[in-house]
Structure formats: structure tokens, C-alpha cells
């Protein structure tokens, strides 16, 4: 990772800079050069896919098929669906007219916002990084990229490729840490993507807001879980391992703690310790397809949360390797029947305290956990489990494993969340067509596909009202004559 220097400070601002002089000159907005950079990076993907694969290793011991499916394949979805849809979506379309501004035509017409800042995390260096950049530049963006410094192999590989396979700047990539970061956000940019921790994104939102910038920050957070379904237990508890324990837990909409009634907890538990050794095999580190904490400093954080619980499956961790086991755990005075006041805030109740969020009574359940720990909460009913998801912050996804219609139609319209997904969890990511996002403290705004388009461009209405007839003199002074009441009646009529 290149060392923070005045020079390296320097060429911050002029790369946005040059970054907008190219924008400024309209290369980036025929429908030709938006396809033709789309499939640039689809080749820059697919020509180095062994080198993605070696620098996610590297990073976070991510084997060639989770990097695939988890990173590299997501983002070539996302190119080819942009591109069969690009000229439909770029084609304007006929506007409404009230019928008292006729004879008059409207169009809407989408137009690029201009230079894109897109700051990715280091969980998902690659897909979080290129799959937004796809909807840029199909919009006919510019964009500057600010991988993480916290994934080097990764973030090393792309600034390497960038200019390759974007020879004329469309897409400039700047490497570093906290105050190159720092620097970055104090440039004006059009639009700006985070994806990160609710912390950062305040300092992201606050940057933004001395230009006005709009952003998508895609913030993460608890993601619920609810399970009940007895007579497909294995199958769920497959679904809801995989979905948690893939890339060691460290994934934005991961599960992050399920609730389940307590006559229900042995089984789960037993069936999650299946599921697991059947993934990954009785010992996870010595296989190929169990990923490794990022680095110390998130390893260190994760092995506190384990303290004062009852660790059921896993718990072994390894500091020198940054091996955390996927591990599922109990926690004692929390839950059914522990006189704790469920879903509300600290002091609420007969002297009970939150289930989940900052008043927590214990802190593997006060704050995203981002690792491979997952915490099972009884409680006494789907009912109650709404009251401890509206509690808190709004999350990114909840999950919801049951057989019955009317539990699905209680979390679908009883809270809050970037999305529902119903019997499996992570998969909604991979929908192209769907929008991705949170709500609340978990996100604002949303991109993939058409929704992609929508954040990155603006729909700008033009109208033409031909000068004959002029019918606009009905509404202007001097107000006399019949005309006036007939603009007002069509006015109102909308």
C-alpha cells in the first residue's frame, strides 16, 4: 500500500479534477462509450480472474469458488444485465401534460450526474467496490474508486488494472488509508456510494453535506432472524449456517442473532452443528472454503463477545492464523422467561433491559457482531421477536424461516428492514433486479440494476409549449374574461 505523502495528497484533487475535465467533455455520455467501458470492465474481470482470486485469498482466505460466486460472478451478473437493458433504459420517454398547459409535449430524459465517488469496504473488496461502478458508468459517470486499505492484495490488483483497461480516465482509482479517505471527501463530488460501518457513514454524510452531495451509504446492522419451522429444521438450519458463516461472517446482511422459542433452541442448535460440519467439515480451518478474519484488530474485538456466553457449537479461534470457528452461542438472562423487557429501550419493564441494541444486557448483542458468532435468542412468540426487531435501528435484511403464511405476512408488514427474504438469507444480494439498500440506520438509497440508473442519473423533464396558440395568456394579466376560471377549473382538475 502506497505510503501518505504531501505528493500523494497532491494528486488527490487533481485526479478528481481530471476525472470531471473528461466528464466536462461529454466522452462519457454517448450510448457507444457507456457500453464499450461496461464491457471493459466485464474483460478486466474476466481476463484476470485467477489474480481476483489470488488477492482474495490473500486477504481473507477466500477459496476460488466463494470468490466466484460471492464477488467476481455477482458483478459480471451485474454488467450483463445492465447491458441487455442499457438502450431501454437510456431511451426517453413521453412525459405527462395537465390539460391546462395544452397544446404542450414533455419527455423525460435521464442525464449523468457527473463524477461518483464510490468508497468500498474491505469485506467484499471486489464486489462492493466494481458493482455500483457498473451502474456509474452505464449512466455515463466518471468515477473515482477508493478500495479498502484494510484488503491490500485486493485494493493493490485493482489500481493496477484500472488504468489498463481505462486508458482514458473514465474510472481512477486512489489508494490509502485515513487521511487519503479524508482528502477524498473534501473534493466535490456529484454523487457518493459507502458502504461501511453507521459510524463512518456519518462522517461520509457530513462530508457530503458541504457540497450537497447526494449518497447511497449502505450501512448493515443486526439482520434478525426468525425460525419456527420444525418440520424442515435441517434444511433451514443449512440455509441459515451457509448464510451466516460464509466469508467467516464478516457480510453486511449476515445474520446476525436468531430468535426462536425456547422448547425450540436444542434442536437448532444440534441441527446448525450438522449443518456446519457438512459445509465445512469437522475441523473448518484445515479445509479450503473457510475464510479468516481481515486482520488482529477485528479478531481482537470478536473474542470478548464470547465472554459470559454459552458457546453450544464451535468457539476455537486462533490469533497467528486470524481463524475464528463458526460458533454459535446462548446467552444466559436473555431471552423467555428472563424477565427481560423485549424490544424496549434501558430501564423499560420491571427493571429489564433491551434484547438487542446499545442497552443490551450483554454486548454480543449491542452492535453488529461482523463474524463468524451467532447468537440464538429465545423468545416466546413470532409476536414478541416483531417487539425486539422494532426496538432498534431498522436492519438491513431480516430473515424469516417458517412454513406458516400468516408468520410471513407478520414480518413483511409488522417491520422495517432494506428487505425480507423468506427460507434462505445472502441470496437477495445476487438479485439483480431487485434493489439493494437499507432503511433508517441500516442505508440510504439503493442500487443494481434499474435502481442503479435511477441513483446515478437524473430524470430531467423538458417540456415544449409551442408560442401559437398562446394559451398561456389566459393566465397571465390582466385577469378579466372568462379564460381565467377555465385555467383555474383545469389547473385544479390536475
Known amino acids: 500500500m ?24 461529454g466522452a ?6 457507456r457500453v464499450a467501458r461496461l464491457k471493459a470492465l466485464r474483460a478486466m474481470l474476466t481476463e484476470n480472474q485467477s489474480a481476483f482470486e489470488a488477492a482474495l485469498w490473500s486477504d481473507l482466505h477466500k477459496g476460488a469458488a466463494e470468490a466466484q460466486l460471492t464477488e467476481i460472478d455477482v458483478v459480471l451478473a451485474e454488467i450483463n444485465h445492465t447491458l441487455r437493458h442499457l438502450r431501454r433504459w437510456a431511451r426517453p420517454r413521453r412525459g405527462p ?18 463524477v461518483v465517488l464510490v468508497i468500498a469496504p474491505w469485506n467484499y473488496p471486489v464486489q462492493l467496490l466494481l458493482d455500483p461502478l457498473a451502474g456509474v458508468l452505464a449512466t455515463g459517470n466518471t468515477a473515482v474508486l477508493k478500495p479498502s486499505e484494510l484488503a491490500p492484495a485486493t485494493s493493490e490488483l485493482i489500481a493496477r488494472l484500472v488504468p489498463a483497461y481505462f486508458p482514458d ?11 487519503e479517505t479524508t482528502e477524498l471527501l473534501a473534493q466535490r463530488f456529484d454523487h457518493i456510494v459507502f458502504t461501511g460501518s453507521g459510524a463512518v457513514g456519518r462522517v461520509v454524510m457530513r462530508a457530503a453535506a458541504e457540497h450537497l452531495t447526494p449518497v447511497t451509504l449502505e450501512l448493515g446492522g443486526k439482520s434478525p432472524v426468525w425460525f419456527d419451522d420444525d ?32 422448547d425450540r433452541v436444542p434442536a437448532l442448535v444440534d441441527a446448525l452443528r450438522t449443518a456446519i460440519a457438512d459445509l465445512w467439515g469437522s475441523d473448518p480451518r484445515a479445509g479450503q472454503d473457510y475464510g479468516r478474519i481481515v486482520n488482529e484488530r477485528q479478531f481482537d474485538r470478536l473474542v470478548p463477545l464470547l465472554e459470559g456466553t454459552d458457546v453450544v457449537v464451535g468457539g476455537d479461534h486462533d490469533r497467528a492464523e486470524r481463524y475464528f470457528a463458526p460458533t454459535v452461542v446462548t446467552v444466559p438472562g436473555v431471552g423467555a422467561g428472563a424477565g427481560v423487557a423485549l424490544g424496549a429501550g434501558a430501564g423499560a419493564g420491571a427493571g429489564g433491559r433491551a434484547v438487542v441494541g446499545p442497552d443490551a444486557v450483554h454486548p454480543v448483542l ?29 436492519p438491513l435484511a431480516l430473515y424469516v424461516f417458517t412454513s406458516s403464511a400468516r408468520t410471513r405476512r407478520l ?8 428487505a425480507v427474504v423468506h427460507d434462505a438469507g445472502l441470496v437477495h444480494v445476487a438479485a439483480t433486479g431487485l434493489p439493494f439498500g437499507g432503511v433508517g440506520a441500516s442505508g440510504i438509497g439503493s442500487y443494481h440494476g434499474s435502481h442503479s440508473w435511477r441513483a446515478f442519473s437524473h430524470l430531467k423533464p423538458v417540456l415544449h409549449k409551442p408560442l401559437a396558440p398562446d394559451t398561456l395568456r389566459l393566465a397571465q ?10 385555467v383555474r377549473r383545469l389547473m385544479r382538475h390536475g
Not at 449476515?254 to 422459542?261: E, F, G, N, S
Not at 414480518?411 to 432494506?418: A, D, I, K, L, Q
Open 97 to 114: 401534460v395537465p390539460a391546462a398547459l395544452w397544446p404542450a409535449r414533455a419527455r423525460l430524459v435521464s442525464e449523468p450526474l457527473g
Open 169 to 179: 480516465g473514465a474510472v481512477r482509482t486512489v489508494q490509502g488509508g485515513v487521511p
Open 2 to 25: 502506497p505510503t501518505t505523502t504531501p505528493e500523494t495528497m497532491h494528486r488527490i484533487p487533481a485526479a478528481v479534477s481530471d476525472a470531471r475535465r473528461l466528464y466536462d467533455s
Open 411 to 418: 414480518f413483511e408488514r409488522s417491520t422495517s428492514s432494506g
Open 366 to 394: 449491542r452492535e453488529e457482531i461482523f463474524g463468524p458468532i451467532l447468537p440464538i435468542v429465545p423468545v416466546e412468540s413470532a409476536e414478541q421477536a416483531v417487539e425486539v426487531v422494532n426496538g432498534w435501528d431498522k
Open 477 to 486: 394579466p390582466p385577469f378579466t374574461g372568462p379564460g381565467l376560471s377555465l
Open 231 to 262: 418440520a424442515r429444521l435441517h434444511r433451514a438450519a443449512r440455509r441459515l449456517a451457509w448464510a451466516k458463516f460464509t466469508n467467516a461472517g464478516q457480510t453486511c446482511v449476515a445474520p446476525d442473532y436468531v430468535m426462536t422459542t425456547p
Open 28 to 33: 462519457t455520455r454517448p450510448l457507444a462509450a
